[in-house]
């Protein structure tokens, strides 16, 4: 068997992967107790005396590493940060392992550290060790970053993915696509892309928002394979289904015209600055209001409700239904 | 300015690198003030109520990737393990950072993650989470693995490098250069590779026994650079010398023959299962023999001392003397 780029790609075939040879294979996948590899969670939790320590990995290959919007450092920053958030814990730490090709420019190279500067700034995260590779440039294109998050929560008081019960309702905390419909805009050149940029941003305002109010039971942010996989992820692992209005969903003008040129789905592309959140019903308003203040957030909707039925469904405006599947592939690869 | 191989080495030049491009773009390298990114120690730390959390990251590009003594699997965990047992933590969780190459072997592939498994089970960490993605095969050749390790010591006993003083004993556990020259020979093709392989092993056993004894100051494993840059930055950042005693270092009969062959100095490459201690003069003994009765520390010996020199110093069995440099970049790249 032969790796192929699908394997990569967020999808039905790379789940397969991932279940059949990594969980297959390894025997230690957790730490006293906490929420280790199996669960396929956004990271992984350590309890520790009365706190879970919470950490999260991802290798960053974004093409191209400038894009509009962002950069590789700014996406390894935030997407880090990110998945922290998403298990409801602050972010504090982030180690940065960092693999250049020789030739690689340094003046490209300082301009992905300031990037992630940036955002460690903004959060308030730092990052407190790394590692720097140089490789040969017949081996490898570019620059891989490998960054890992450490989070810290209260304990007992981690947000599990699977953790939805029907009557919740479905927060979405902006506009769908821009990241990965834009990126593929600006690699196709369509020279539209001056309206159109990446929503790479750090999650964490919008979410310390949301777990001040309370009642927030899951989150995912929406990253490879779009809302259509993190919704189905969601309701999948929590064993529920979900009723989504299409009409609340947010989806910018540009996004819906470039990726209807492109053929692309924005439902199944990846976004760099969204969380979707699973609340109680009676927080929901509150919370909604909370994460509308925030600086990412002010288009924030309920999309929906958590059912009892095994399928995310889309109503459309006309009152038809449609069930929303996961994508077996991501159709543009390498955006994060 | 362009990257270059010298970069990457863990040499002077790479030093340079590092300081001036990350460090100085880089605010926030520090958390709840432990030991942080400005450090360049092996890992940093997160004070948390009574303990410390220790983090350690590496990008691991081995070429090849399976070796005589070991695989890029082997190398990842127990160099990642290593680097969070040199600051005198208990190794508890990795997470697991793939990009794997569009074509990659599926066999490989499972015989790299075995491997890892392996590992973890010795020591007893557990891998909590990861990432996988696949790359276009001529922007990556084969894979690189980022691994980043989590360990807990009770708060104020984290071991750092910078703690030698004058008067301390320098323990090596074990035969110097196995690695580097036994993956160069193996490179090269010179056919005596069934005598020489890597020592890659987890040291965590070894520092166990030496804590528990007490009196460790401060500890390196000579990866990158050899023995050479360990005990240069030992001494560097305590702010002292060394003079240590040539004939006392072990070095393996077939590394000194093939080193010789290959012109390459075996205190210059790296090792991936030795550690350097700066122990306390009066526990040196007893260190020594419980290191030496773990799996990997039969070998250990006590080299030599700690002085007010500026020097690393090398006595010959003549009584000669000669300063050991810090290499200035690694003779042989890509070898962890």
Redesign the interface.
């Known amino acids: 068997?032969?790796?192929?780029?699908s394997?990569?790609?967020g999808g039905e075939v790379?789940q397969g992967?991932?279940s059949d040879?990594?969980l297959g294979?390894?025997?230690?996948?957790?730490?006293?107790g906490?929420?280790?590899?199996d669960s396929l969670?956004d990271?992984?939790t350590?309890p520790?005396?009365?706190?879970e320590?919470v950490?999260?990995?991802?290798?960053h290959?974004v093409?191209p590493i400038f894009f509009p919007g962002g950069d590789i450092g700014k996406i390894s920053i935030a997407g880090t940060v990110n998945d922290v958030s998403m298990m409801g814990a602050k972010p504090?730490?982030i180690?940065?392992?960092?693999?250049?090709?020789?030739?690689?420019?340094?003046?490209d190279?300082?301009r992905i550290?300031?990037s992630?500067?940036e955002v460690?700034?903004e959060v308030?995260?730092?990052?407190?060790?790394?590692?720097?590779?140089?490789?040969?440039n017949?081996?490898?294109?570019?620059i891989?970053i490998?960054t890992?998050g450490?989070g810290?929560a209260k304990r007992g008081q981690i947000t599990r993915d699977s953790n939805l019960e029907v009557g919740n309702k479905i927060i979405l905390t902006g506009s769908v696509g821009d990241h990965g419909i834009s990126l593929m805009s600006y690699r196709e050149g369509f020279g539209f892309e001056t309206d159109l940029k990446s929503d790479v941003a750090p999650v964490w305002s919008m979410v310390e928002a949301a777990l001040e109010v309370g009642g927030v039971k899951a989150m995912k942010d929406p990253t490879r394979g779009g809302i259509a996989n993190a919704l189905n992820e969601l309701a999948e692992k929590s064993g529920v289904g979900m009723l989504l209005d299409e009409e609340k969903i947010p989806i910018k003008k540009e996004v819906h015209a470039a990726s209807e040129m492109l053929g692309i789905d924005p439902y199944e592309v990846a976004n760099e600055g969204k969380v979707i959140m699973g609340v109680e019903a009676d927080k929901a308003e509150e919370i909604l209001q909370a994460v509308r203040k925030t600086k990412y957030g002010k288009d924030a909707q309920i999309i929906g409700e958590v059912t009892n039925d095994k399928h995310v469904i889309l109503e459309t405006a006309l009152g038809g239904k449609r069930i929303l599947e996961a994508p077996i592939a991501d159709p543009v690869?390498?955006v994060c």
Chains 1, 2 share one sequence.
């Open positions: 068997m032969k790796i192929s780029m394997h990569g790609a790379m992967l991932i040879i990594i294979n390894l025997n230690n996948k957790q730490v006293n906490g929420v280790g590899l969670d990271g992984a350590i520790l005396g009365d706190y320590i950490v999260s990995t991802d290798s290959t093409n504090l730490a180690t940065n392992a960092m693999v250049v090709s020789e030739g690689f420019s340094g003046e190279f300082e550290i300031k992630m500067d460690c700034r308030g995260v730092s990052i407190v060790t790394g590692d720097t590779k140089v490789m040969e017949d081996k490898l294109d570019s891989i490998s890992t450490i810290i690869p390498r």
